[in-house]
């Protein structure tokens, strides 16, 4: 199988996460303007392209930052020390899949007033976070890690007013991902 077509397919299998237009009205978010808006859709289309890499080089670079939280991932607690992870098909896999709902979730913020996944992915988001035992400082190693991902993906576009726009996306992102977390837990 090609790698486009294993790239298509981890595309296609992410779009099925994400809430599909409706009919209703369109709700702006006020927190997130216009400007952030653009910033944050002009890095998403340059990295589009090539998402499946830097979705890869956005999991390593949490692992550098973290290298403790590989036996979060219960599909890498097999892999071995000596396993190299940049050719590990189902870290490949899945940091396609969070990329992608990061910045796909971040491109819509403002036109839909709030993220945009839909509420049974949250819902499993918010329970397989609580049974890995994410912890709050987590969303910063991972915010980090996207942060140093992007600027390393744009240089040429990355400004301050850009990583604040996705510092902005990613927080509401994480916000309804820990509330999720906080309802799996009371469960």
């Given at each position: 199988?090609s790698?486009?077509?294993v790239?298509?397919q981890?595309?296609?299998?992410?779009e099925?996460?994400?809430?599909k237009p409706?009919?209703?009205p369109?709700?702006?978010n006020?927190?997130?303007s216009?400007e952030?808006?653009a910033?944050?859709?002009?890095a998403?289309?340059?990295?589009?392209?090539?998402?499946?890499?830097?979705?890869?080089?956005?999991?390593?670079?949490?692992?550098e930052?973290?290298?403790a939280?590989?036996?979060?991932?219960?599909?890498?607690?097999?892999?071995?020390?000596?396993?190299?992870?940049?050719?590990h098909p189902?870290?490949?896999?899945?940091a396609?899949?969070?990329?992608?709902?990061?910045?796909?979730?971040a491109t819509?913020?403002?036109?839909?007033?709030?993220?945009?996944v839909r509420?049974?992915?949250?819902?499993?988001l918010g329970a397989?976070h609580?049974?890995?035992?994410?912890?709050d400082?987590?969303f910063e190693?991972?915010k980090t890690?996207?942060l140093d991902?992007?600027?390393?993906?744009?240089p040429?576009?990355?400004?301050p007013?850009m990583?604040?726009?996705?510092?902005?996306?990613?927080?509401?992102l994480a916000?309804?991902?820990?509330?999720?977390?906080?309802?799996?837990?009371?469960?």
């Amino acid at each position: 199988m090609s790698s486009g077509n294993v790239e298509e397919q981890q595309a296609a299998a992410m779009e099925a996460t994400m809430e599909k237009p409706s009919d209703e009205p369109v709700v702006v978010n006020t927190s997130f303007s216009e400007e952030q808006e653009a910033l944050v859709l002009s890095a998403w289309d340059a990295m589009k392209a090539d998402s499946a890499a830097i979705a890869l080089k956005f999991f390593l670079r949490i692992f550098e930052i973290a290298p403790a939280a590989k036996p979060m991932f219960p599909f890498l607690r097999d892999a071995g020390d000596d396993a190299p992870l940049e050719s590990h098909p189902k870290l490949k896999a899945h940091a396609v899949t969070v990329f992608v709902m990061a910045c796909e979730s971040a491109t819509q913020l403002r036109k839909t007033g709030d993220v945009k996944v839909r509420e049974a992915t949250l819902r499993r988001l918010g329970a397989t976070h609580v049974k890995a035992g994410v912890a709050d400082a987590h969303f910063e190693v991972v915010k980090t890690a996207l942060l140093d991902t992007i600027e390393g993906a744009v240089p040429d576009i990355w400004t301050p007013e850009m990583k604040g726009a996705w510092e902005e996306a990613y927080d509401q992102l994480a916000a309804a991902i820990q509330e999720e977390m906080k309802l799996a837990a009371s469960a």
